[in-house]
């Protein structure tokens, strides 16, 4: 079996900053592309980010120089840094983990349970 847990949302005032964490455990051989999603109330769950298995990353335009993603491959787990937040970044935010479970496994994705992030004064 395999766990990916969340953790690190909340409220913060505008121009604050959150960092989240996302960690794998379980059954699991190896680990590809891992990602970061958000779902405003009322739209679509939109991609933030990612950071492939080679080590190239790419953001939203939206969040470009204001948020970093980073793995750590040993502790299997995937981060987002969020400075310069905005009211417009609140949504719940889901990492996806492209997780091969075992040497002879094909790959699967795999959810977080989702973190709320809310941006208000």
């Known amino acids: 079996q395999v766990h990916v847990v969340e953790s690190g949302g909340g409220l913060v005032q505008p121009g604050g900053s959150l960092s989240l964490s996302c960690a794998a455990s379980?059954?699991?051989?190896?680990?590809?592309?891992m990602a970061w999603y958000r779902q405003a109330p009322g739209k679509e769950r939109e991609l933030v980010a990612t950071?492939?298995?080679?080590?190239?990353?790419n953001y939203a335009d939206s969040v470009k120089g204001r948020f970093t993603i980073s793995r750590d491959n040993a502790k299997l787990t995937v981060y987002l840094q969020m400075n310069s937040l905005r009211p417009e970044d609140t949504a719940v935010y889901y990492c996806?983990?492209?997780?091969?479970?075992?040497?002879?496994?094909?790959?699967?994705?795999?959810w977080g349970q989702g973190t709320r992030v809310t941006v208000s004064s």
């Open positions: 379980g059954s699991i051989f190896s680990i590809n592309d």
């Open positions: 950071f492939s298995s080679g080590g190239s990353t």
């Open positions: 996806k983990l492209q997780i091969i479970p075992t040497r002879w496994s094909q790959m699967y994705d795999y």
